[in-house]
């Protein structure tokens, strides 16, 4: 079992910045990618951000710019820079973990973190 743990929301202004974390812990081989994604109230949740081990990253467009992902392989742990934040950024914001449990041979799982709050606001 893998859990992914967040930390980092929060209340800011508009043009402020906030930094999220996600620490993943428990017992497996691997991680592969890892992401962030949000949802806000009556939304789909959307991607913001993946990373892979080897460090190449993508952004939905809404964030370019602004956000940066990034990780720590050692510490397997993701983090969110959001920088220059707007209302519309106001989301509960979830990490995910692609994970290989066992070996090569295992089937790659995905597990999610419980969320964690941004809101933006003046």
């Known amino acids: 079992q893998v859990q992914l743990v967040e930390s980092g929301g929060g209340l800011v202004q508009p043009g402020g910045s906030l930094r999220l974390s996600c620490a993943a812990s428990?017992?497996?081989?691997?991680?592969?990618?890892m992401g962030w994604y949000r949802q806000a109230p009556g939304k789909e949740r959307e991607l913001v951000a993946r990373?892979?081990?080897?460090?190449?990253?993508i952004y939905t467009s809404s964030v370019k710019g602004r956000f940066t992902i990034s990780r720590d392989n050692d510490e397997n742990t993701v983090y969110l820079q959001m920088n220059n934040l707007k209302p519309e950024d106001t989301a509960v914001y979830y990490c995910?973990?692609?994970?290989?449990?066992?070996?090569?041979?295992?089937?790659?799982?995905?597990?999610w973190g419980q969320g964690t709050q941004v809101t933006v606001s003046s």
């Open positions: 995910d973990a692609r994970v290989l449990p066992t070996d090569w041979n295992d089937a790659y799982r995905n597990y």
């Open positions: 990373i892979r081990s080897n460090g190449n990253t």
């Open positions: 428990g017992s497996f081989f691997l991680i592969s990618d």
